[in-house]
């Protein structure tokens, strides 16, 4: 852990960054003028929405890349975690940031992402990248809003690599739309760096 972090301790594993820490504030404005959009859009959970948090817009900002790739990072050594993966797109990013971020933080990690559909040429493969069977994986996704999102993301890590299991999933930000529940059903903990409630959102 860096000695930044070590100033800013987080109150237990389970956080994933403290609120006492620049970083979060940082990210805080770095996600509300980039991401943060109100208006009438259609999520892909098929809800209507009067706001969204496009996420993209600061996970491929290259401060608000090295910034999550830290955090994450420090998380997964905290919990004793070695492998992170989600499902294309809104993982990628965040994904090869965690990767790189875990070799120069000397806790180098296996990263991979899972296609929402296998290729079909090459090797055909659905996941794509490195993960090792017996692992324990880290779910991880830009956001989260009824979960179910990350289905897909279970279904092909336990298809592929059996002996993986599966107990924690990170987002940046967990709109707090019922992700929490529907993961707690599958025994899975949703963590996230942010939760809507922290943002000014207009009604």
Not at 5 to 29: I, N
Not at 61 to 82: K, T
Request: proline residues 3%.
């Amino acid at each position: 852990m860096s000695v930044q972090a070590m100033q800013y301790a987080v109150k237990s594993s389970d956080e994933v960054l403290s609120q006492s820490d620049p970083r979060w504030q940082r990210l805080h404005e770095i996600i509300s003028e980039q991401s943060l959009k109100v208006g009438d859009f259609i999520l892909s959970s098929g809800r209507a929405s009067k706001f969204l948090f496009q996420l993209r817009q600061t996970t491929m900002l290259p401060e608000g890349s090295a910034l999550l790739g830290d955090v994450i990072v420090e998380y997964m050594r905290r919990n004793g975690l070695r492998c992170v993966g989600g499902l294309e797109l809104g993982a990628v990013p965040l994904v090869a940031s965690v990767s790189a971020a875990s070799f120069r933080l000397g806790y180098p990690v296996n990263a991979f992402f899972v296609r929402k559909k296998a290729k079909e040429h090459g090797a055909k493969e659905r996941i794509d990248g490195h993960i090792r069977d017996g692992e324990e994986v880290l779910l991880i996704d830009d956001v989260s809003t009824t979960g179910q999102s990350m289905f897909g993301t279970i279904d092909a890590i336990r298809e592929e690599y059996p002996q993986c299991t599966v107990k924690k999933a990170l987002v940046v930000v967990d709109r707090e739309e019922g992700a929490t529940q529907t993961l707690s059903d599958k025994g899975i903990e949703l963590v996230s760096v942010f939760k809507k409630s922290d943002f000014s959102i207009p009604a």
